[in-house]
């Protein structure tokens, strides 16, 4: 009885390792599952294209604005070679999708155009149009 008490430990050393291994491999997956998540919430990238330029008559240009990131856009502004901002209100672009927007601007016959648009971060997207002539 004696012997049988003196032998006596809490953990072999090997089942101590695994152990001790398993718990920094769950640690692990956590920190990077948690890690990846802060990634992807301050990385979304803002990317704006203006895919389109109609001029209507009437003093009408619709804009076809296309969001290729991987967050939503709002469009706070948007100008014509130098105008005050045309757009009324702001508006959200969806992750990947694409929208026309109309604005009211005077233009000419056969000139050319500089149009800004301007996020809510304060990136700025240009694009050139020419007006058709007559």
């Known amino acids: 009885m004696k012997k049988l008490f003196r ?9 101590a390792a695994i152990i001790l291994i398993a718990v920094t491999v769950a640690v692990s997956i956590a920190v990077a599952a ?10 979304g990238t803002e990317e704006l294209k203006i895919t389109n330029v ?7 240009v619709n804009i076809t604005l296309q969001n290729t990131g991987t ?14 901002n045309l757009l009324p209100s702001s508006i959200t672009l969806p992750a990947n999708s694409p929208q026309e927007v109309q604005v009211d601007y005077s233009w000419q016959s056969g000139y050319s155009y500089q149009i800004k648009v301007v996020t ?8 050139t149009a020419t007006a058709p002539s007559s």
């Open 7 to 15: 032998n006596k430990k809490a953990l072999s050393p090997v089942v």
């Open 34 to 43: 948690w890690m990846g998540a802060l990634t992807f919430t301050f990385m």
């Open 54 to 60: 109609e001029f209507l008559s009437g003093n009408h």
């Open 71 to 84: 967050s939503p856009i709002t469009v706070n502004e948007i100008y014509i070679s130098g105008s005050t």
């Open 120 to 127: 809510s971060k304060g990136n700025q997207f240009y694009y």
